[in-house]
């Protein structure tokens, strides 16, 4: 066996300069180093890497055809699996899925997958998306709400396969969370735009702007004729401590903060209208890639110091571990085994302090992570002008509106079954966070391709039982 | 796009405008509210549904000129399109018949008093209502707000028209006297709205106002709207608007109403000189 090549790193902009503005962070491979990267592949006749991928991508297959530089060829196969490839690229936690299971991480590091896929879908990006062929429609009508990862994945999937299908999406630009919350320079907003577009291209119709729950109910959408529907809302409620103090000016949950400076563009500000609190002195409570993000937008609106409070350790922190580092680099702090108790106000009701407790971690808790204990007389008060809480999302019920037959759990999630995402409701079916509370974008881009596998499946024969426990 | 089919100009700062959008205006109901953005670098703007017509698909809007994005609201008129048009957001109003009831629309909270008042003398009550504007020129729909009410009292803070008096002078006349309301609702500036659940407070009077805090998606997503009512974080945007007044921490509404207000003076001034600017050259032309 030839010798094995050490990973190409993928080049990024210098850590100083970065943190001062919204541009991508990382670059992108050249053709040269893709090419290099893509020789590392083993082309394993009984490829592993492929079951790390919730959707299936035929990856050495994609490698191949970029090693032999038949580029389409490459984009053919990627797409095959994946209608937003260019955006797994850039947000999918490849360390613990497909890049987790190739082979030769076993004894080396693994071929950068997501790495190539990126580079593999921003050539096409380049070249002009083309256009793909779609089938003569089969009459029937599904109904996809929320334009987010799982709702645009399943929309393009039955799309692809003669449906005509309405996507309802609540705010005024598709992409969900990939709009409103992951930032500009980990995920350029023109880039979900022409994703977006991909998935529009196929015959599906957006209806922005549209809240359903208010708008329409689940159940006038079916008066109005739709043979399915998918709910993809996500899980867009943000939490919040309950802890004094927590409504006084300058405490921001992360989703604000991150509406704000993403899909608004307050980082703009005047440019575009929305305004946002600027903060010299930022703590971003939590350690999950949300708090990650919100971290490096504060940086990046310039403050001076940003400090992630986080209630266990660095080990147990739920960001990826490259977010972790990118903050890191960028100079964020990170304050671990520490939570707030209250948040401390001026005279004029905003804030000026966190009040924190030490924390040490205890048994394990219901999520398997040491659970935090609090150190009693160990508090201590942090300087803060602003601060973000990023402390995890809960599904908004707007969607359930007068459609009590739809069972959800006590955290507020949709109950539907894992493969085929079927909620107790007939010819209703869920995935993404609306299922499993807030996760990541590629998981709920598994759910939305094999919701949509599902109601081609019952749309063609519906055989009953619906429900199978 | 969400066309722009009338336009009213209510007072020099207030104006009125009917939008084309006829699936919210099948949904509509009295007390909720629709976000509006006027374009693609514009934020998202709540406003309280005045009116609807389920039949040629029309909302009813009146806002007042306020900062940028309402006075920039302001130049557009008939065969406009804003960007974007969401709604009906919030709780509509619980309408029911309470017997006799008492609606406050005070300055620009006249608009959406209306459709409530409207809609409670529709549901069979005894509509008492008053209506008061800082001064003559501010004051509207008095005819409108006349014929859904059984009584109207119309009042100006400095006298220039009708009676001179604060909208809670008539409110405290009237729950004192023996036709004590069931139930009082009042709209309009937060501290008009304060001082109303305060008049109100010891005759035991159940108070229902609707908040106006900063929003931003309007979906419960952000939080931006979070005020404290009976001790409890709520979202005006999907828990409200409307809630009991007696309950509301009005302090800390009004001082959130503040976070952005140096924000919001230096965007006004940076319109207002483009605005002076577009006109000169227009001019010089």
């Known amino acids: ?469 | 796009m969400y066309r722009i089919t009338a336009r009213e100009d209510l007072a020099p700062v207030t104006k009125l405008f009917k939008i084309e959008a006829p699936d919210v205006a099948r949904k509509a109901k009295a007390g909720q509210f629709v976000i509006v953005r006027i374009d693609e670098h514009g934020e998202r703007i709540p406003l309280t549904v005045a009116d609807y017509d389920r039949t040629t698909g029309e909302i009813t809007l009146v806002f007042q000129e306020v900062g940028k994005s309402t006075k920039q609201l302001g130049t557009l008129g008939v065969g406009d399109q804003l960007a974007s048009f969401v709604g009906p957001l919030g709780r509509p109003t619980e309408i029911e018949n309470y017997g006799t009831v008492l609606v406050v629309g005070g300055g620009v909270g006249i608009a959406p008093i209306y459709p409530i008042a409207r809609a409670l003398k529709e549901a069979g009550n005894t509509v008492l209502a008053i209506i008061g504007a800082r001064n003559q020129e501010l004051l509207f729909w008095e005819d409108k707000m006349r014929s859904v009410s059984d009584e109207l009292i119309v009042c100006t803070d400095d006298g220039s028209y009708a009676r001179k008096a604060l909208v809670t002078e008539p409110l405290k006349e009237i729950i004192s006297a023996d036709r004590k309301p069931s139930i009082v609702w009042a709209i309009g500036p937060a501290i008009m709205m304060k001082f109303c659940a305060a008049t109100t407070q010891p005759f035991g009077v159940k108070t229902i106002v609707s908040l106006n805090s900063i929003m931003v998606d309007g979906t419960g997503m952000c939080g931006a709207c979070r005020v404290e009512v009976g001790g409890k974080t709520r979202f005006v945007c999907v828990d409200g608007p409307e809630f009991d007044g007696h309950q509301v921490d009005w302090n800390l509404l009004l001082g959130r109403q503040r976070i952005y207000l140096e924000q919001e003076k230096r965007a006004l001034e940076v319109f207002v000189a483009q605005q002076h600017q577009c006109k000169c050259s227009a001019e010089g032309k």
């Open chain 1, 1 to 469: 066996m030839a010798k094995v090549q050490p990973r190409n790193e993928m080049p990024r902009q210098d850590p100083q300069a970065r943190g001062r503005n919204f541009n991508e962070v990382a670059l992108g491979y050249s053709p040269e180093v893709a090419l290099a990267e893509a020789q590392r592949c083993l082309q394993c006749k009984k490829p592993t890497c492929i079951e790390g991928c919730p959707v299936q991508v035929r990856i050495p297959e994609f490698i191949l055809a970029l090693r032999e530089g038949d580029m389409w060829g490459a984009v053919t196969a990627l797409k095959d699996k994946n209608n937003l490839p260019a955006i797994c690229g850039r947000v999918c936690p490849q360390e613990t899925q497909c890049e987790e299971h190739c082979v030769l991480g076993k004894k080396f590091e693994p071929v950068a997958i997501g790495r190539l896929e990126r580079f593999v879908a921003d050539w096409e990006i380049g070249q002009g998306v083309r256009t793909p062929e779609v089938p003569a429609p089969n009459g029937k009508r599904v109904a996809v709400i929320g334009a987010g990862p799982s709702g645009l994945t399943c929309a393009g999937d039955l799309a692809k396969l003669g449906y005509k299908v309405t996507i309802f999406e609540s705010l005024h630009a598709p992409g969900g969370v990939l709009i409103y919350g992951i930032p500009e320079f980990r995920l350029p907003k023109s880039i979900v735009a022409t994703e977006v577009k991909y998935v529009q291209s196929l015959g599906v119709e957006l209806k922005l702007n549209s809240v359903i729950g208010k708008l329409f109910t689940v159940d006038e959408l079916f008066a109005d004729g739709y043979d399915a529907i998918f709910l993809g809302t996500g899980a867009g409620l943000p939490m919040f401590m309950n802890i004094p103090g927590e409504n006084l000016n300058g405490v921001y949950s992360a989703n604000e903060f991150l509406t704000r400076t993403n899909l608004m563009k307050a980082y703009l500000f005047p440019e575009y209208d929305t305004p946002i609190m600027l903060g010299k002195h930022v703590a971003v409570v939590g350690a999950g890639n949300v708090a990650m993000d919100s971290a490096r937008c504060a940086l990046r609106l310039g403050a001076e110091e940003v400090q992630v409070v986080y209630r266990r350790t660095k080990a147990e922190a739920p960001a990826r571990a490259e977010e972790l580092a990118n903050a890191e680099e960028e100079g964020i702090q990170f304050h671990y085994l520490t939570s707030p108790v209250e948040v401390l106000g001026t005279d004029k009701g905003w804030v000026r302090a966190i009040k924190l407790q030490k924390q040490q971690l205890g048994e394990p808790d219901a999520s398997g992570r040491p659970r935090p204990v609090p150190i009693p007389g160990s508090e201590y008060e942090m300087a803060a002008d602003l601060v973000v809480m990023a402390l995890g999302t809960r599904p908004n019920p707007m969607v359930f509106t007068d459609t009590p037959d739809l069972e959800r759990s006590k955290h507020g999630t949709v109950v539907a079954n894992e493969v085929t995402g079927r909620t107790k409701k007939q010819r209703i079916w869920a995935g993404g966070d609306i299922v499993t509370g807030a996760a990541t974008v590629i998981s709920a881009m598994g759910a939305g391709k094999r919701s949509a596998a599902d109601i081609d499946a019952y749309l063609k024969s519906p055989a009953e039982p619906w429900w199978a426990e």
